[in-house]
Each structure stands twice: as structure tokens, then as C-alpha cells.
């Protein structure tokens, strides 16, 4: 995906996380089910490693319990301790500042490139 979309996808998923209604599991369940956030994250041909394998160790966190007829997302954070999802949604968070951060700078270098 591009860095572009990553941003995209994590700053609508942040949104979903602050607006959505229920328990911090309920609105994790609702912000990762809804935006759907995959790996490994592309720009142009830059690769970010750390960023992918952080992206891919979160996606496979959210859907570790593989029992349940409500699938695995569902499953895995109904067996989340509150801990547990708080942990989750801060490296959601923490994903987010980085992706905006690479994001806005290649945003303002494109447009100083175009500029000069």
C-alpha cells in the first residue's frame, strides 16, 4: 500500500476509535473491522521495513483467537483483557503519528519540488 493510503486508513481509523460509541473493545473492534489496515506499507518503491512488520505484528495480534463462529477479529478482541486492547490502541495511535509524520513530509516535498 501506499503511504498515502496507510494514512489514510490509520487517521479514519483514529477517528473511529474517538467518535464510535461502547466499550474501548467495542470501538477497536468497529475502527480495525472498518478500515481494514494492511501491510507492508510502500512509497514509490521506498519500503519502510519497521513500519510494515509493526503494521503486520498488530494485524496479526487482532486476529490471533481462531475459534468462534463472530471470526477471528471479533474473537480475539472479545478475548482481550481491557489491558490488553489499551496496549493495542496505543500502538494504533503511535502507528498513526509515524504514518501522518512520513506522510506530510513527502506531501511537502512533492510540493517543493513542484514549487522550484
Do not use: C
Amino acid at each position: 500500500m501506499s503511504l498515502g493510503y496507510a494514512y489514510e486508513k490509520l487517521s479514519a481509523t483514529v477517528s473511529s476509535l474517538a467518535d464510535s460509541e461502547g466499550t474501548l473493545r467495542d470501538r477497536l473492534l468497529n475502527a480495525w473491522t472498518s478500515q481494514g489496515v494492511r501491510t507492508p506499507v510502500v512509497d514509490g518503491g521506498a519500503v519502510f521495513p519497521d513500519l510494515a512488520r509493526r503494521l503486520d505484528a498488530l494485524h496479526k495480534r487482532m486476529s490471533s483467537v481462531r475459534e468462534g463462529s463472530e471470526g477471528w477479529i471479533a474473537a480475539t478482541v472479545a478475548a482481550m483483557t481491557e489491558e490488553d486492547a489499551r496496549a493495542v490502541v496505543r500502538e494504533m495511535l503511535e502507528l498513526a503519528s509515524i504514518v501522518t509524520e512520513l506522510h506530510w513530509r513527502d506531501v511537502v516535498r512533492a510540493e517543493v519540488e513542484n514549487a522550484g
